[in-house]
């Protein structure tokens, strides 16, 4: 399940838990460009709980919508991630080498404190 809150025109909130499927994706892309609009160096906190790989038919989604996934990622100029298991925080960080512009810091999840603060910064 995603929940993409909008705090402010600055913050947005994002939590995914458990399996996604395919309709997961679909409706987090029109949530995530209906609040992100007009919004400028934005920051977001994205917290993934007992997070599964989705299955394939859920990445072909994210896939074929990756270049609008791309263009809205230039409203947000930080992003913090808290995740519970290591190989997510690592792809993380690796996804930041790919958005030029946007800044991926990674918290273990009892590191919540840490993470709003560094998204403070």
Same mark, same amino acid.
């Given at each position: 399940?995603?929940?993409?809150?909008?705090?402010?025109?600055?913050?947005?909130?994002?939590?995914?838990?458990?399996?996604?499927?395919?309709?997961?994706?679909?409706?987090?892309?029109?949530?995530?460009?209906?609040?992100?609009?007009?919004?400028?160096?934005?920051?977001?906190?994205?917290?993934?709980?007992? !997070? &599964?790989?989705?299955?394939? @038919?859920?990445?072909?989604?994210? =896939? %074929?919508?990756?270049?609008?996934?791309?263009?809205?990622?230039?409203?947000?100029?930080?992003?913090?991630?808290?995740?519970?298991?290591?190989?997510?925080?690592?792809?993380?960080?690796?996804?930041?080498?790919?958005?030029?512009?946007?800044?991926?810091?990674? !918290? &273990?999840?009892?590191?919540? @404190?840490?993470?709003?603060?560094? =998204? %403070?910064?």
């Amino acid at each position: 399940m995603i929940t993409l809150t909008k705090i402010n025109d600055k913050r947005l909130n994002l939590e995914v838990t458990g399996t996604l499927v395919p309709e997961d994706m679909s409706r987090a892309l029109e949530d995530f460009e209906a609040k992100t609009k007009g919004m400028k160096d934005g920051v977001l906190l994205y917290q993934l709980h007992d !997070f &599964e790989m989705p299955c394939s @038919a859920t990445m072909a989604v994210k =896939l %074929a919508d990756l270049p609008r996934w791309f263009q809205l990622m230039h409203s947000i100029k930080k992003v913090a991630l808290i995740a519970d298991k290591l190989w997510i925080r690592r792809m993380a960080e690796f996804e930041s080498l790919l958005l030029p512009g946007i800044t991926i810091k990674s !918290f &273990e999840a009892n590191k919540g @404190a840490a993470a709003e603060a560094w =998204l %403070a910064e």
